[in-house]
């Protein structure tokens, strides 16, 4: 997926938190990363395994982009996630 929304650290931290929850509200979550336009011109970098994420910062991109990798993905509820403010 693609998106022009620009991130907080903490709002990526909170999305990487929800995806890891196991409460299955985004399905069954196996891998998710990206690249996201950050804070002035800072790009924000993810990868996230079950129980395990990290965020850096990185080269900046044309658009932002993630992908969620799992099963029964609800992708409605994963498009709210990323979804432009």
Do not use: H
Request: aromatic letters at 10%.
């Amino acid at each position: 997926m693609e998106t022009t929304r620009r991130f907080t650290k903490e709002e990526i931290d909170g999305i990487l938190q929800a995806l890891s929850d196991e409460n299955g509200e985004y399905g069954v979550i196996l891998r998710a990363k990206g690249i996201v336009a950050g804070e002035g011109s800072d790009w924000l970098y993810f990868d996230m395994v079950p129980e395990e994420y990290e965020i850096r910062t990185g080269a900046p991109e044309i658009t932002g982009k993630y992908c969620v990798i799992g099963s029964n993905l609800k992708e409605d509820r994963l498009a709210e996630l990323f979804a432009a403010k």
